[in-house]
């Protein structure tokens, strides 16, 4: 059974940072993009960053530019998002994907979901 499980939200002030975790199951994802999603209440979720499935390509959500960084460490067949800066917008539920069988990077088409980790940023 193929499972993404995240870790690493949690409450932080205005500025602070956060690292997200997300831990494959059940199959490698070595050769898939993977992503992290979010969604904030009564909105609906968006693209946050993406990976290629060598790490060598990333593409970010302009809201977090430059303030969020997507990596992978294949032989963990794990990502992770470090966020700095973080702001109040920030909040939301943030969820891990990966790709089945696409090996191109972009903002649709995943296909394994983790359940989601909760991010609050107080101002």
């Known amino acids: 059974q193929v499972q993404l499980v995240e870790s690493g939200g949690g409450l932080v002030q205005a500025g602070g940072s956060l690292r997200l975790s997300c831990a494959a199951s059940?199959?490698?994802?070595?050769?898939?993009?993977m992503a992290w999603f979010r969604q904030a209440p009564g909105k609906e979720r968006e693209f946050v960053a993406g990976?290629?499935?060598?790490?060598?390509?990333?593409h970010y959500a302009d809201s977090v530019k430059g303030r969020f960084t997507i990596s992978r460490d294949n032989a963990k067949n794990t990502v992770y998002l470090q966020m700095s800066s973080l702001k109040p917008e920030d909040t939301a539920v943030y969820y891990c994907?990966?790709?089945?069988?696409?090996?191109?990077?972009?903002?649709?088409?995943?296909?394994?979901w983790g359940q989601g980790t909760q991010v609050t940023v107080s101002s």
């Open positions: 059940g199959r490698t994802f070595s050769n898939s993009p």
């Open positions: 994907a990966a790709k089945g069988s696409s090996r191109l990077l972009t903002e649709r088409g995943y296909d394994y």
């Open positions: 990976i290629s499935w060598s790490g060598g390509t990333t």
